[in-house]
């Protein structure tokens, strides 16, 4: 079965480094996601992505953050400048079709740790 | 899409007893549901989604049943298994460009050997 694919599955990264997170959704669907999961919270939105643009955004997605699908198969998620309330488990998502009575499919994540 | 929450955040049954996660939402505009699944260390897992055109779905192991009236829905696994043990979310998808999911904190479902 088709799976969305994300590298690396941990990242440890300095305080005040860039970091990108790369995802690899489903072959042939359309929306793209990211979202995180602090330690212990619920999982929360940070960005849609339709048609090569930003469809919507949380306030969490500050400008910070930035996310790019540079060929016909990546969707990256960059954070500038990281912080350490930026660790948090990060997770991608696709959904097939423009109907939204469809649902997101999810990779299991990059755990994301800034020390 | 705007309030999804739970009742219950930790459920504990014996193995081959049924499970029920329950679920509340606000939004009664709301017409599409989905259940997610999340084991530990990993992403939230699709396992069955549901219309508001249908007060009840099945799938393997699992149904889900849908009450319009009261903004309620349920998910049913059948003799329960120690591989279900996970955090359960129920979600559904805003009705906006983006269409994202709003998740609910989960309920903990632990499976007694």
């Known amino acids: 079965e088709p799976e969305v694919t994300q590298t690396p599955s941990h990242q440890v990264t300095q305080m005040g480094q860039e970091v990108i997170l790369r995802c690899v959704p489903i072959s042939n669907h359309l929306y793209f996601y990211w979202y995180r999961q602090i330690l212990g919270q619920k999982v929360e939105f940070l960005v849609s992505?339709?048609?090569?643009?930003?469809?919507?955004k949380s306030e969490i997605f500050d400008d910070q953050f930035s996310v790019e699908r540079p060929d016909g198969s990546n969707f990256t998620l960059k954070i500038r400048s990281t912080k350490l309330e930026d660790s948090a488990m990060y997770f991608c998502?696709?959904?097939?079709?423009?109907?939204?009575?469809?649902?997101?499919?999810f990779g299991d994540g990059t755990r994301l740790s800034i020390l | 899409g705007e309030s999804v929450g739970l009742h219950l955040p930790t459920l504990s049954v014996q193995e081959g007893d049924n499970s029920i996660i329950n679920c509340a939402y606000s939004n009664s505009a709301s017409d599409y549901f989905i259940w997610y699944k999340q084991e530990s260390g990993k992403g939230p897992q699709f396992i069955i989604d549901?219309?508001?055109?249908?007060d009840k779905r099945q799938g393997q192991r699992v149904t889900v049943l849908l009450n319009k009236t009261v903004k309620h829905l349920s998910l049913q696994i059948a003799a329960t298994q120690p591989g279900d043990s996970a955090v359960y979310f129920c979600?559904?998808?805003?009705?906006?460009?983006?269409?994202?999911?709003?998740f609910g904190g989960g309920t903990r479902l632990m499976v007694k050997p």
């Open positions: 549901i219309r508001s055109n249908m």
């Open positions: 979600a559904d998808p805003h009705n906006n460009a983006g269409n994202m999911l709003t």
């Open positions: 992505f339709y048609n090569n643009e930003i469809s919507e």
């Open positions: 998502a696709s959904r097939g079709t423009v109907s939204r009575n469809q649902p997101q499919h």
